[in-house]
C-alpha cells in the first residue's frame, strides 16, 4: 500500500502493546503499524530513539472566557498553538450561556471562537446554568452533537451555578439521552460562610493570597463530591467529576465506583505537581484557581488514584490570565481572576514528573493523556489511540531531552507560567493533527483554523 506519510522507527505506544516500528499513514488516518514498511513515494519522518504515542486529549480548557470581570487570555489561536507544542491534538472547551441564551446559542458563540483560529480539532462541553430554562434542550443538543453536559455547583456571581434539584435532574436527563454530566464540586453556602468571616482588611493584610487556601478546606470538595455522587446512584445518570483535587475526593470516587456508581474522575496537572505553598509567594496571588492547590498529601492521593484507576483523566483547566489580569486582586483573593495557563506543559509534566519519576509507566500516561479522555469523552476509536484507521494525531517525543520553561518563548498568551524556570522533558518535536505536520523541531508550523469541530454520539463509559 502507497503511504503518504511513514513515522519511522519510534517506540510507538498502541493499545495492545509498545513495539519499536513504523506507522504507515494515508490522509488523515492511521493506515499500518509494522516494521521496515515500504516508503516509496512517502515523506519519512525519522522518529529513531523517539517516543511516538497518540496526541493528547486535554478534555478541560476555557480559550476566551469572560469570567471574575474579564476575559481569559488565550484564545484559539494561542491556546491550541501552545496546546500543539506540548503534544496536545484535541481540546474540549466549555460553551456556557449568556444571560438568557440558549445552550444552542453557547454551541455558536464557542465555535466562532475557534472557527478560523483553532490549529487543532475542538468541541465543547455545554453548560447548564438555567435549569428550568435549559432542560428540555438537552435533547437538541444531544441530536446535534454534544453528548456532555457540565454544572457548577458554585458561582452564582457568575449566574452560573446549580442547586441539587438542577444536578438530580440533569442526572436524569443524562440516563434518558446516553449522555454525561461533568460538574464543578465544591460546596457554596458553606465557601460563602468562610470567606464572609475572612473576608476583613486585618486579615487579608495578615495572609493575603494564603486566605484562598484557609477559606477552601478539603471538606468544601469532599461533600460536595459526596453529595452529587448521590445524585448519580439515585438515578443512574453518569457523571463525571471535573478538577478533582483532594485525597477525600479520590477516596469517595474509590468507594462509589466499587458500588457501581456511574462516576469517573479527572484531575489537572497543577495538582499533581504544585501545592498550596505558592499562595505565600510574593506572587502567590498568581496560582489561584478554583479549586485551589492542596497538599503534598492530596498530591501523592491523586498520584495513587491515577495508578489504581479511579481518577481516569488528567486535564489542565486551562483559564489564562496575564499578570496585569491577576493584578485585579489589589490585596483581595475574593477578586483574583481564577485560574492558570496549562495547555503547552500538560504532557511534559506529566511525562516528566510522572514516568521520569517512576508514579505512571509511559503506557499508563498514554491512557490519562489520550485513550481514557477519548473513550469517556465519546472520540474514540477516532481519537486517543495508535491504532488502525484512527486519525493520525501523534506527538513525537524525546526520552529525556529537557527544555527550560520560560514564558518569553511559550505559545500561550500567558506572560508567566506556573512552571517558570522547571526543566521538562516531554515537549513535542513533532506534533501531527489528521496527518499534517503541526509542530516540527519543537516549533509550530501548523497553520491556524484547520481544526476542525468534533461532533459526537456517546459519552462515558459503557
Ligand atoms: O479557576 C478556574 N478553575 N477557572 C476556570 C473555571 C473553572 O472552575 O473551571
Ligand atoms: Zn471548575
Ligand atoms: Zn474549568
Known sequence: MPFDRIIRNGNVVTPGGTFVGDIGIVGEKIAALGTALDAAGA???DATGHHVIPGVLDVHVHLELPFCGTVSADDYRTGTRAGAR????????????GADGSLSEAADT????????????YTFHICITRYNEHKDQIAGMVKRGFTTFKEFMIYESEGWQSDDRALYGTLEKMKEHGA?????AESSRVLDELIARHHTPELMKQHGAVLHAITRPNFIEAEAIQRVVQWSEATGGKLYIVHMSTAEGADIIRAAQGRGVPVLAETCVQYLVLDDSVFARDDGHLFACCPQLKKPADSERLWKGLKSGEVSVISTDTCTFTREQKAMWEGDWTKIPMGMPGLETLMPLTYTKGVLEGKLTLEEMCAKLS???ARIMGLAPRKGSIAIGADADLAIIHPTRTHTVNPAEMESGADWSPFEGWE???????????GDVIVDDYRVVGKEGRGQWLPRTSAGLA
Open 43 to 45: 515523506d519519512v519522518i
Open 86 to 97: 506540548g503534544g496536545v491534538t484535541t481540546v474540549i472547551d466549555f460553551a456556557i450561556p
Open 110 to 121: 464557542w465555535m466562532k471562537k475557534a472557527e478560523g483560529k483553532s490549529l487543532i480539532d
Open 180 to 184: 454525561m454530566l461533568l460538574v464543578h
Open 371 to 373: 485513550t481514557n479522555p
Open 424 to 434: 521538562l522533558a516531554g515537549f513535542a518535536r513533532t506534533t501531527l493533527s489528521r
